[in-house]
């Protein structure tokens, strides 16, 4: 009879202690939590979002042709020439410097921008180092040829 109340004994025991152990991580996972800016990081991943966005609907004085249209004809050769006699390479490059340098520089945010699939490549500022909020844009210049437009905001 005695062994039989020692066995309930020591079940409980093992109940106690269980239930202690899923009482101490709950507390480690849930209560000790860093706590973080998430409206921080979440307002500068829509600024890069936004800034890709708006910048390729930009109008230029470019036979008024927008950014992503100059971007399409310079991954096709840059055969269209632009006030100044300069390629739309070389003319939408100047174009999102001079945004990126109105918005992004007078804020004091350090970017980098980058494209790829134009030929001798394009980017704009340096790689970020650390923390860093990424956004990237395809852009579609004929069926099966895509160029890629990304923005990382540093930290």
Known sequence: MASKAQMEILGLAIVVILIALAMLFAVQFFLLKPVSEPT???????????????CLGTSTKCFDRNIKELLQNCALGGSLNCP????????????????????????????????????????????????????????????????????????
């Open 40 to 54: 921080k990081t979440v307002k500068e991943s829509f600024l890069a979002a936004n800034f890709l966005n708006s």
């Open 84 to 155: 100044g006699n300069i390629n739309s390479c070389l003319y939408s490059r100047q174009e999102i410097e001079k945004m990126l340098d109105s918005s992004l520089g007078l804020w004091k945010k350090s970017y980098f921008f980058n494209i790829d699939g134009l030929a001798g490549g394009f980017s704009i500022g340096d790689a970020c180092k650390g923390e860093k909020e990424y956004e990237e844009h395809p852009v579609v210049v004929r069926p099966g040829f895509d160029i890629l437009l990304s923005l990382e905001i540093c930290g």
